[in-house]
């Protein structure tokens, strides 16, 4: 089955700093990438999702980047701020057909003031 | 549309009591798939169901069971618990897999 694994477990950035956060995945055949992003004592949402066909994409300040080549990606935050304080987590999985998401461990984000 | 509702949002019992859970899907999502989060383990998946019937399944003991009704309601059941069991149990509905919305979860402490 997928594997997902993350990096770093926590990161903790000065508002106004970049964050990134990566993650490799096993499966060559999974082809669909969400970011769910989990503020304390809330549900995970996801924030951003990339597609095998896509090598990046972005919403606002947050991007996504993908490289099939070498099984990886990674979630970028610029110009953090303490709002985006929170647990992300990655996942990967198959568009279609009876497979759902594997999820990582999770990243925990503090944006010090 | 009403998101994900679970309850009970939180619930105490002690050891070798069986407990459950109950998951409402957003309207017209099939697909519902349980999840437990403990710190440091992420989101490790339970079961899928669709139209009913156990599509997929973690790798969780028999313990952890679950059911999905013909209105897509879907309901966990854990039988002898365990202090170990204590953790969120979050619900998540799909319109295909791939996006999962969740719910808020329910919190379990065994004592």
């Known amino acids: 089955g997928e594997n997902v694994e993350q990096h770093p477990s926590t990161l903790s950035v000065q508002e106004g700093d970049s964050a990134v956060i990566k993650c490799t995945y096993s499966?060559?055949?999974?082809?669909?990438f969400p970011w769910y992003k989990q503020e304390l004592g809330k549900r995970p949402q996801l924030i951003i999702d990339?597609?095998?066909?896509?090598g990046e994409k972005k919403d606002q300040r947050i991007a996504v980047t993908l490289n099939k080549t070498a099984k990886h990606f990674s979630l970028h935050i610029t110009e953090t701020q303490p709002e985006d304080s929170a647990v992300y987590f990655c996942?990967?999985?198959?568009?279609?057909?009876?497979?759902?998401?594997?999820f990582g461990r999770g990243t925990s984000l503090i944006v010090h003031p | 549309k009403a998101g994900v509702t679970q309850t009970p949002r939180y619930l105490i019992k002690t050891r070798g009591q069986q407990v459950t859970l109950s998951c409402s899907p957003i309207?017209?999502?099939?697909?519902v798939s349980w999840y437990q989060q403990t710190p440091g383990q992420g989101l490790q998946f339970l079961f899928e169901?669709?139209?009913?019937?156990?599509?997929n399944k973690g790798n969780f003991p028999g313990r952890f069971s679950g059911r999905q009704f013909s209105n897509s309601r879907s309901e966990m059941n854990v039988s002898t618990l365990e202090l170990g069991d204590s953790a969120l149990y979050l619900c998540?509905?799909?319109?295909?897999?791939?996006?999962?919305?969740f719910g808020a979860g329910t919190r379990l402490s065994v004592l």
């Open positions: 499966d060559s055949a999974s082809n669909y």
């Open positions: 996942a990967a999985s198959r568009a279609g057909g009876s497979y759902i998401p594997t």
């Open positions: 309207s017209g999502h099939r697909s």
């Open positions: 990339i597609r095998s066909n896509v």
């Open positions: 998540a509905s799909s319109p295909d897999q791939r996006i999962q919305y």
């Open positions: 169901y669709f139209s009913e019937t156990q599509r």
